[in-house]
């Protein structure tokens, strides 16, 4: 049962990226999928939850419209697909599961919350 996230790379500012999170063991229909970001020296930060049930997404405020998060349940893969890339979205990024991304109004963004996590992969934005 395992969790791998991949498509990171190198790109300019402005720049794209689509990442993806594949699982294998389990079906990713079954939990909440989440994207979680760490910088160095910084701590792990949430960005990003696409729901089990009924394919509700959520985002990190300051990250919408830039970040889409999307489900393809055929290839058991979640993606983050990433536009208008700033440097300061240079991070690991890693993906992992939940059991769900919300109850009621309390949203699930704290890294304890979620498990299975993948290894990360690594997004630099630079010129």
């Known amino acids: 049962v395992q969790l791998q996230a991949f498509g990171g790379g190198l790109v300019q500012p402005g720049g794209s990226l689509r990442l993806s999170c594949a699982a294998s063991g389990f079906g990713l229909d079954y939990y909440a999928i989440g994207w979680f970001r760490q910088a160095p020296g910084k701590e792990r930060e949430w960005v990003s939850c696409?729901?089990?049930?009924?394919?509700?997404?959520y985002y990190e405020e300051f990250l919408k419209g830039r970040f889409t998060i999307s489900r393809d349940s055929a290839k058991n893969t979640v993606y983050l697909q990433m536009d208008s890339l700033k440097p300061e979205d240079t991070a690991v990024y890693y993906c992992a599961a939940s059991m769900v991304c919300r109850s009621g109004d309390y949203y699930y963004t704290h890294p304890d919350e979620y498990f299975q996590w993948g290894q990360g992969t690594q997004v630099t934005v630079s010129s």
């Open positions: 696409y729901s089990r049930n009924d394919g509700s997404t």
